[in-house]
Every structure is written in C-alpha cells, then in structure tokens.
C-alpha cells in the first residue's frame, strides 16, 4: 500500500510541471527564426531612436525560412537582420557548430564592427609609445592597456587606456601621478573597447568642473515599442582623488566604445576638455544578459536608451569631435599619428601650451 | 519596509526566546544529504525548459514546548546544474536555499497515534542561476509569511512516518527587470543581498509556493534516529515574465534528540 502513496506523491509533484509550465519552444528554424525576431521585438532599446523598422526584415527574411531551413542558412538570415541594426552592442554567435561563409569558418558575428578592422589599422600604440613618449608608465593588466607618460619634449601628459574597467576605484589617481605640474593632458581613448559605466564616472571625476545633467537612461521594460522605465538621470560626477582641471584634449576614433563613450560624455560636460579625432562608435546602451535558442545559439543586444539632456540620442552617431582628422594605414606606417600631433597642435596655437 | 524587517526579525526573536524556556528535554537536530532534481523554466531567462540536477543538504532544529507544541527552524540548500533538452551548451549553475521557521500548535495533544499541528512563521526562499559566470543570471526571491501544518503518525514504536507542508501567504517577492538587466543591479552588483531583499510585498495575485516534506524515521536508540525524505517545492510567479521552479529531492539524514 505504502508504495502506492509514493507513486501518487510523485505523480503530483510530476503534474505540476505539467499543469504550470509553459510549452517549451522546438528546435526548428521557424520557431528558432520566431524566437529570435520576437525577442528582439519586444526586449530590443533601439528601434524608435535609431528609426528602424524591424517589421520589415521579418517581411523580408520570414518567408525565406522553412522547415527545411539549415543552420547555416538560418544563420545567414540572422546575422544580416542584426547587422541591419548596426549596434556592436549586439551579436550572435553559435557554440555548437562553425559555418562555412565566403570559404572561412563562422561561429560570432557581431553587428556594427565592419570599420572595426580598418579602425584597428589606423592605430598603433607602439607607435606612440616609441615615438611620441617619455617618462613612460606601463599600468597595464590582464589584457588591459594603461599608460602614462609625457609628451616627449613638452610639459604636455599623455593618458592612454584601451578599456574602462578596472576593480580599483582610484585607478585614474595611479594614471595622474606625476602628470600634476603638466601644461595640458592629452587622454587618448582611442581603440577602447569600453566596460563600466560606474567606472566611467570614476575616472571622469578627476577632471570635473561642474555636475550638470549629462544624461538620461531608460530601460526596456516591457514588449510594447513605448515600454521603457522612467528616465533615470545621470549627473557629471563631482571632483574626487586627485584632482586635473587643467586643458584637456580627448582622442577619439570610430572604435572608442561603450562606456570609453560614457567617460567622454561625462569628459565633454566639463569647459575645459576639447575632442579630437573622428567620430565615436555610438553604443552606448548596457547589453542584454545573454538569450539562448533552441538550437545552441546565443546572443546579446542592447536594451537601454541614453538620451541627451534635450532627449536626443547619439545611438548610431556617437560623439561627434570638436576637430576632426583621422590617421590613415600609410600615416601609421611611416611613424606619424597625425591626430596626436594635430592635439600637439592645438594645444600650442590655440592655448599658447 | 524597515517596519516590516523589524516585524519579521521580532517574530524570529520571539519564537526563539520562546523555544529556549521550553522543555530541553526534546529539542531535535537533524541533517540531510541527497539528490536534487526538478524543472526549471524562467521567461526572463530564456525561452527554454531546464531539468535541475544536484545536491541537496539540509539543517533543521526542533523545539517540543510543555504542550506539544514545536518551533521549527529549517535551513536547505541545493547547488545544482541546470540543463536544457535543446542544446547541451545552455548549461547554467543554479543554487536554491531556503530558511523557514515555523510555530506549530499542536492540536491534539495525547498519545495517539496521529498527531496533527498547525501555525505559520516566515521562510526566505532564494533561487539564483548562473550562466557562464555572469553573462546571464536568473533570480527569483520570495521572503514571506507562510502557513504550515505538520502530521505524523507513529506506525510503531521504531517507525514513524510525518509530512510537513507550508504556502507562504504574503510577503517581499524578489525579480530580475523585463530585460534582466538594469542600472540597479549594476549598482550593487558587488552587494548581491541588497538585490535579492529589494522587491514588492505581495501576495497570491503575483506568487504561489508550496513545501512538501514527507519524513520517514526509524528509531535506532533514545538519541539517534534514521531519516528518510522525499520534498518537494513548487514556485510560480507571472511578474516581469513567467517563471516556474519545481525541485523534487531524495535525501537520507539522521536526526538527534538534544
């Protein structure tokens, strides 16, 4: 008898997944297909402020899938409906299969990083660091670049940082040092991947001038085209650690990133810092956590809204620089950073440093 | 809020104060180890149905007053792995613990056979899952007032069997946002219990849970018994998104009379 009851008690507990849990999705390219496109309609930040019609790439790309739909096929359509949005906040990438496009092997793709390469060549911190710098302070860590020096010959400090993410608050009071007595301070944030916005703030106090509104966030909160949290406003923070006010110049590139964007939103609110280079990358929003498909897939996207104090977004535009010059493969390779000297230059004929 | 902790932490310190002027005489340890097992299924999350698999400890402490009555305190942790049928690379580390204490009049002193209790007291239920360190994570956390009840029966002088049941009625229930992400948990993301105490007080409209042990003891001498358990818990909540969290788990202990 008592073996009776046992069977009953886990018949019940057993029910309730039944009873209680909702259907779980197959692994089929049209549900994979109808997952992923609803997913991004109703949890995806960016389609009012960047003017995108996401109704119109299902229109597009639907009809193309079909039971008989291959991964590989189904990932063409995927990876083009995301590069569509143009957002390197977003991506896509498969753990358990590599596809063969254009004869290479693909597994990532992420949206919005087609300049990244050129970008990446139009860089070299090398360069810099053996032609342009003395007094050097090698600060890195992990895979993380943190320099410090002076421009060689002049009383000019020279930052350079290729994430914003580090554990240590006070890390941009490590950076300073020794820099305190110099003219000016060139911030070269160029090729920065970005990391914490927290941290951003972190770093941008050492430079403040003021706390005025600099920003506002809003967050994905439901799956209507207009549901988003109330706007949470975000202030330049106020002066802390050790403390720079003097002229500022912040280099920029079309791979300056992320929260490297939100240290230059904050950087720009202050009177004396003056952006060069070319224009940021223009994402800005914190990503998803990461979403998963039937078929192995993972992804990612943004799912914030940050908007100007007058309600614009730079989402897609990125933060546009007072001068604008951009090194090409051939400066690099003959030894020249011309938007480093072009700061040179500034600082000397506009501010007499 | 801060009223409504103090009400919770007065509650745990009376019951507390209460079970230490009572008869010594019967105060029980126990501990358990076994399986865990379940379903897992969180809309926040993913899409996806996870089956939960791992390992289930749990502490209780008993307190038999003059009357019968018991002050029950139950700690139970589970770390577990959760796994999808679709794909094996959505593997996600899960960890469950729970704390209850509950208050159980006895409702018919005497020495039959079946003994029946009834009462309520607070449990705090967390349920956090891990992917990939913390490229994604889940939570759901519920600390509430609960109802409880309790039967045992002894079959023999050796055996006896008890079920214990409790439904919390009202209390703080703990979600991640629509996206599951937001500035919030950013924030404090070096504070995680300031994230897992900061949710709505609510009650059935936005929650349902249920705790169902089954108990079997066999008496090895005056101090030491066996333990046999079978438990189960079932957490439902439609607030942000859907989830559901069903564990089932099969444990042997010991129990010891103080």
Known sequence: ?353 | MKKIYLLMGCTLLCASIYAQSVSRNEDVLSLSLGYASGAFQDQVFSPLTYDIRGTAVGLGYTKHTRGGDQIVIHLDFVTSLLSSDRSDKHDTDNYQGILMANYLHHLNPGKGAWQFLAGGGFQSYLNASFFDGTESIAFLGLHAFNIAGKVTYDLSERHQFAAALQIPVFGQLVRPPYTGWNKFIQENEDTPLRIFTSGNWTSFQDFFGLNLALNYYYRLSDRWRLLMQYDTRFYRSSTTEITNILAANLRVGATFNI
């Open chain 1, 1 to 353: 008898m008592k073996k009776y009851y046992v069977i009953v008690l886990l018949a019940v507990t057993f029910s309730c997944k039944e009873v209680f849990f909702e259907t779980e999705p197959s692994n089929d390219p049209e549900t994979n297909f109808e997952l992923f496109w609803t997913d991004f309609n109703e949890r995806y930040s960016l389609f009012g402020v960047r003017g995108w019609d996401w109704d119109s790439i299902y229109a597009v790309y639907r009809p193309q899938v079909n039971p008989n739909t291959t991964n590989q096929e189904l990932w063409v359509m995927c990876k083009a409906m995301i590069a569509y949005l143009d957002d390197s906040h977003t991506f896509i990438f498969s753990r358990d299969e590599k596809y063969m496009i254009d004869g290479e092997e693909e597994y990532f793709f992420a949206s919005g990083s087609e300049t990244h390469d050129q970008t990446e060549r139009e860089f070299s911190i090398d360069l810099i660091r053996d032609a342009y710098l003395e007094d050097l302070r090698d600060l890195s860590f992990d895979t993380d670049i943190y320099l410090s020096g002076k421009i060689s010959g002049e009383n000019i400090g020279y930052i350079y940082f290729d994430a914003v993410d580090v554990e240590d608050d006070r890390y941009m009071d490590l950076l300073l040092e020794g820099l305190e007595d110099s003219d000016a301070l060139i911030i070269d944030i160029r090729q920065n991947g970005g990391g914490n916005d927290i941290v951003a703030a972190e770093f941008a106090s050492r430079f403040s001038d003021n706390t005025s509104l600099t920003f506002t966030v809003e967050e994905k909160a439901g799956p209507g085209p207009n549901d988003f949290s109330p706007k949470i406003p975000f202030h330049a923070p106020p002066p802390r650690g050790r403390h720079y006010t003097k002229p500022i110049v912040v280099l920029t590139d079309n791979f300056t990133v992320s929260g490297a964007e939100i240290f230059l939103w904050y950087m720009k609110s202050y009177d004396h810092v003056t952006q060069i280079g070319t224009s940021t990358s223009g994402d800005f929003s914190d990503t998803s956590m990461r979403r998963f498909l039937p078929n192995g897939w993972q992804y990612q996207y943004s799912i914030m809204k940050y908007l100007s104090p007058d309600g614009q977004s730079l989402d897609g535009l990125g933060h546009r620089p007072d001068i604008e010059i951009r090194n090409s493969e051939a400066d690099i390779a003959a030894g020249k950073d011309v938007v480093l000297e072009r700061a040179m230059q500034y600082l000397e004929e506009e501010l007499g440093i």
